[in-house]
């Protein structure tokens, strides 16, 4: 934005090398303190600091013009003309003293108001007070420079040592000090060539380090709990994004971090606001707006400190600085870009409505797949359960012909059986005897009585099966007397585990609470053991 209107004929650079100028024939007392300032601006005297003095104002006088040959602008000798100063005879009986002569240069020097000045900064220094000094100078002059706290907020820019500008402000003279110096309120650049130069010069140097790479550039949140706006506090930005949220999500978080979108102070501003979102993380997102402007205006998103910041976010930075024909660097270095407010309102939250609508269908779409889902677990559970109790009936009955075939291989072992299998041999033993002696006896007898000894041989018979039948019957009873049941007859008895039917050879196979069956010699007890003593 130009400092001046561009008619404006005191507005141009040279206006202070033309007030140097002699005055013209014609000109009226004050009319150096009349130039460089609108004309309703009137000279104000006694500013706050002044001391009250008579009024003392110097009259000067224009010497007539050279007679001949002489223009009013080429005095004889090629020099300028002279004011001569005449004081009155009054006056001149008294000097000035030091104040009264400084506050009459300051008063002369106040109307010097909206004054160009272009020229080169150098001692650039910020004082406690946030106050800016420094030098403009052009190689020949040097003029001391103050920027105040308050104007510096509303520059565009600020100055930098080495660079040339083009100031606005006015003159002013400081007694104490005996300095002239120029109230600066207006910074422009004056070649805004050099300064696309330097912003080309940024961009190169981020490209280099990979700043611009999608790569790098973080995904936006699908839903954010709270969006952080920063933005001037007051315009149509605010409102507009703040409308296009709560339009697609009504309740969303908004989170305003206030900041300068224009100035000098503006990137530091921006700064510290992207720095104090990612300290307290109240949001998910950032939206960094603005409502477009010149290429001046938008040079605060053109600076390297509010690119680093973006670059140093934790949380994703999405920019919207408005209809510009130049991208910004800050749009660059963003997560995302976009024109307008409205769209970076859409872009970084969905429609709620939206939202409900996909959530019922993916509700539907998931009770279908659950529906299917546990008609195929349930049929493999059915699946599972058949095999599971087929090998449990496996498991099962595995163990039992185990037992089975064990306690029929114990029953063969058991003295009674093998008493009963031996009197089974004995038997077929006596009955094959029996059938073999019948046998020899007939034969024998058909012997004898060939012989006549057939009575003999009878008693010989007859004795015979007497001793082995006395034999066998000593036998039996040796048997019947080692039998389990001849034992038990006696009052001994057999312990056995009623579950497994394992016999109970020692204390330390039973257990209290056990149940046991006692076989007797006629009968068995069932019992639950009571007490174990080993």
Same mark, same amino acid.
């Given at each position: 934005?130009?400092? !001046?209107?561009?008619? +404006? &004929?005191?507005?141009?650079? *040279?206006?202070? /090398? %033309?007030?140097?100028?002699? #005055?013209?024939? $014609?000109?009226?007392?004050?009319?150096?303190?009349?130039?460089?300032?609108?004309?309703?601006?009137?000279?104000?005297?006694?500013?706050?600091?002044?001391?009250?003095?008579?009024?003392?104002?110097?009259?000067?006088?224009?010497?007539?013009?050279?007679?001949?040959?002489?223009?009013?602008?080429?005095?004889?000798?090629?020099?300028?003309?002279?004011?001569?100063?005449?004081?009155?005879?009054?006056?001149?009986?008294?000097?000035?003293?030091?104040?009264?002569?400084?506050?009459?240069?300051?008063?002369?020097?106040?109307?010097?108001?909206?004054?160009?000045?272009?020229?080169?900064?150098?001692?650039?220094?910020?004082?406690?007070?946030?106050?800016?000094?420094?030098?403009?100078?052009?190689? !020949?002059?040097?003029? +001391? &420079?103050?920027?105040?706290? *308050?104007?510096? /907020? %509303?520059?565009?820019?600020? #100055?930098?040592? $080495?660079?040339?500008?083009?100031?606005?402000?006015?003159?002013?003279?400081?007694?104490?000090?005996?300095?002239?110096?120029?109230?600066?309120?207006?910074?422009?650049?004056?070649?805004?060539?050099?300064?696309?130069?330097?912003?080309?010069?940024?961009?190169?140097?981020?490209?280099?380090?990979?700043?611009?790479?999608?790569?790098?550039?973080?995904?936006?949140?699908?839903?954010?709990?709270?969006?952080?706006?920063?933005?001037?506090?007051?315009?149509?930005?605010?409102?507009?994004?703040?409308?296009?949220?709560?339009?697609?999500?009504?309740?969303?978080?908004?989170?305003?971090?206030?900041?300068?979108?224009?100035?000098?102070?503006?990137?530091?501003?921006?700064?510290?606001?992207?720095?104090?979102?990612?300290?307290?993380?109240?949001?998910?997102?950032?939206?960094?707006? %603005?409502?477009?402007?010149?290429?001046?205006?938008?040079?605060?998103?053109?600076?390297?400190?509010?690119?680093?910041?973006?670059?140093?976010?934790?949380?994703?930075?999405?920019?919207?600085?408005?209809?510009?024909?130049?991208?910004?660097?800050?749009?660059?270095?963003?997560?995302?870009?976009?024109?307008?407010?409205?769209?970076?309102?859409?872009?970084?939250?969905?429609?709620?409505?939206?939202?409900?609508?996909?959530?019922?269908?993916?509700?539907?779409?998931?009770?279908?797949?659950?529906?299917?889902?546990?008609?195929?677990?349930?049929?493999?559970?059915?699946?599972?359960?058949?095999?599971?109790?087929?090998?449990?009936?496996?498991?099962?009955?595995?163990?039992?012909?185990?037992?089975?075939?064990?306690?029929?291989?114990?029953?063969?072992?058991?003295?009674?059986?093998?008493?009963?299998?031996?009197?089974?041999?004995?038997?077929?033993?006596?009955?094959?005897?029996?059938?073999?002696?019948?046998?020899?006896?007939?034969?024998?007898?058909?012997?004898?009585?060939?012989?006549?000894?057939?009575?003999?041989?009878?008693?010989?018979?007859?004795?015979?099966?007497?001793?082995?039948?006395?034999?066998?019957?000593?036998?039996?009873?040796?048997?019947?007397?080692?039998?389990?049941?001849?034992?038990?007859?006696?009052?001994?008895?057999?312990?056995?585990?009623?579950?497994?039917?394992?016999?109970?050879?020692?204390?330390?196979?039973?257990?209290?609470?056990?149940?046991?069956?006692?076989?007797?010699?006629?009968?068995?007890?069932?019992?639950?053991?009571?007490?174990?003593?080993?």
């Amino acid at each position: 934005m130009p400092l !001046l209107a561009a008619g +404006d &004929a005191a507005a141009r650079p *040279d206006a202070v /090398r %033309r007030l140097r100028r002699s #005055p013209r024939r $014609g000109d009226r007392v004050g009319d150096l303190a009349q130039r460089g300032r609108p004309p309703d601006q009137q000279a104000r005297l006694h500013q706050t600091g002044e001391k009250h003095v008579p009024n003392r104002r110097l009259t000067w006088q224009i010497p007539p013009p050279h007679p001949v040959g002489r223009s009013a602008a080429q005095p004889p000798g090629g020099g300028d003309r002279k004011l001569i100063p005449v004081l009155k005879p009054e006056e001149a009986q008294r000097p000035y003293t030091v104040t009264e002569l400084a506050n009459e240069i300051r008063r002369e020097l106040r109307p010097l108001t909206a004054l160009l000045l272009k020229g080169e900064v150098s001692g650039m220094k910020r004082g406690t007070a946030g106050h800016y000094n420094f030098s403009i100078q052009d190689g !020949l002059s040097r003029l +001391d &420079a103050v920027l105040f706290a *308050d104007d510096s /907020r %509303r520059v565009t820019t600020l #100055p930098e040592d $080495g660079q040339v500008f083009i100031f606005r402000g006015r003159v002013d003279f400081f007694g104490k000090t005996g300095r002239l110096s120029f109230i600066v309120d207006q910074v422009e650049f004056d070649d805004v060539g050099k300064l696309r130069a330097r912003l080309e010069e940024l961009k190169r140097r981020l490209e280099l380090e990979g700043a611009f790479d999608p790569k790098r550039k973080r995904s936006l949140p699908f839903l954010p709990h709270n969006v952080a706006l920063l933005t001037s506090p007051t315009g149509a930005v605010i409102n507009d994004l703040q409308e296009t949220i709560w339009d697609r999500y009504p309740n969303m978080g908004i989170v305003l971090y206030p900041v300068q979108v224009q100035g000098a102070g503006a990137p530091m501003s921006v700064t510290r606001a992207l720095r104090r979102c990612n300290q307290e993380k109240v949001a998910d997102v950032i939206v960094l707006a %603005r409502g477009g402007g010149s290429f001046e205006e938008m040079y605060a998103f053109n600076t390297e400190l509010v690119a680093r910041a973006i670059l140093d976010s934790r949380l994703p930075v999405v920019t919207a600085l408005g209809h510009t024909s130049d991208r910004t660097v800050a749009d660059m270095v963003g997560d995302a870009e976009c024109r307008t407010p409205t769209e970076a309102g859409a872009r970084v939250v969905p429609k709620k409505a939206d939202l409900l609508t996909s959530l019922r269908e993916r509700r539907r779409r998931l009770e279908r797949e659950v529906g299917r889902r546990l008609s195929r677990e349930m049929d493999g559970l059915k699946s599972l359960r058949m095999r599971l109790l087929r090998l449990l009936t496996t498991l099962i009955q595995r163990p039992a012909d185990r037992v089975a075939r064990a306690q029929a291989d114990l029953a063969k072992l058991s003295p009674v059986h093998q008493i009963e299998r031996r009197e089974l041999g004995l038997r077929e033993q006596q009955r094959r005897l029996r059938a073999a002696v019948t046998l020899r006896l007939q034969v024998s007898r058909g012997r004898l009585a060939a012989t006549g000894g057939q009575e003999r041989i009878e008693r010989a018979l007859a004795n015979r099966i007497t001793e082995e039948a006395r034999r066998l019957e000593g036998q039996r009873r040796r048997l019947v007397a080692l039998s389990p049941e001849s034992v038990l007859t006696r009052g001994y008895s057999i312990t056995r585990d009623a579950a497994t039917g394992v016999i109970l050879r020692s204390a330390a196979q039973a257990s209290v609470e056990q149940k046991v069956t006692i076989q007797l010699g006629s009968g068995t007890l069932g019992g639950r053991v009571e007490e174990v003593k080993a």
